[in-house]
T-cell receptor, first 116, second 119 residues
Framework: AQSVTQLDSHVSVSEGTPVLLRCNYS??????LFWYVQHPNKGLQLLLK??????LVKGINGFEAEFKKSETSFHLTKPSAHMSDAAEYFC??????????????FGSGTRLQVQP | GAVVSQHPSWVICKSGTSVKIECRSL??????MFWYRQFPKQSLMLMAT?????????EQGVEKDKFLINHASLTLSTLTVTSAHPEDSSFYIC???????????????FGEGSRLTVL
């Protein structure tokens, strides 16, 4: 079994300040973890992924995330927010279950608002 | 990167009619495609998984006869909403992957989504 919890449904920051979007997961197996961004009426775009290599993962648009197994966390950060970062962000966990088949579980999403 | 195209982006139809949404992988062969439904301000809800050449696997609670999924080739899957009603209005998103990518990491590539409004 696996689950993912995005701890904040809504985050508001000022332009130029750091962004922190929190994600905790649980998985009985070695997980892959992803962060996707969704702009209004658009599909999901991959920001970054962790697939058992380096625990600090750098993605597009200046985002990065750190896989912390001891804390079962995969928080998304960015040093300086831009107005264009305003969107919905989804944390996703993927692992193989007892059957060996891979399943994905989506978080509930965090809406990032960037104030000018 | 892998590109998934979804069409149409927006569709408005009358109650009782059927609507077809296409999902195409443009630069890879999609052995597996997924269809999701997204309600306003909510996460994605998996509707069904389709594998090329075989019947789709529907999630519990999703009506097979209402949401017809066809995955006739390695680059195309279609979702047909039959006899649509206003409660079927939603944002539908497809995603696709190929065997190695999905089996190894679970990475998916998403279409742009289709907004269906049933009057």
């Amino acid at each position: 079994a696996q689950s993912v919890t995005q701890l904040d449904s809504h985050v508001s920051v000022s332009e130029g300040t750091p962004v922190l979007l929190r994600c905790n997961y649980s998985s009985s197996y070695s997980p892959s973890l992803f962060w996707y961004v969704q702009h209004p009426n658009k599909g999901l775009q991959l920001l970054l992924k962790y697939t058992s290599a380096a625990t600090l993962v750098k993605g597009i648009n200046g985002f990065e995330a750190e896989f912390k197994k001891s804390e079962t966390s995969f928080h998304l950060t960015k040093p300086s927010a831009h107005m264009s970062d305003a969107a919905e962000y989804f944390c996703v966990v993927s692992s193989k279950g007892d059957t060996g088949r891979r399943a994905l579980t989506f978080g509930s999403g965090t809406r990032l608002q960037v104030q000018p | 990167g892998a590109v998934v195209s979804q069409h149409p982006s927006w569709v408005i139809c009358k109650s009782g009619t059927s609507v077809k949404i296409e999902c195409r992988s443009l630069d890879f062969q999609a052995t597996t495609m997924f269809w999701y439904r997204q309600f306003p301000k909510q996460s994605l809800m998996l509707m069904a998984t389709s594998n090329e050449g075989s019947k789709a696997t529907y999630e519990q609670g999703v009506e097979k006869d209402k949401f017809l999924i066809n995955h006739a080739s390695l680059t195309l899957s279609t979702l047909t909403v039959t006899s649509a009603h206003p409660e079927d209005s939603s944002f539908y998103i497809c995603s696709a992957s190929w065997d190695r990518a999905f089996a190894n990491t679970g990475e998916l590539f998403f279409g742009e989504g289709s907004r269906l409004t049933v009057l």
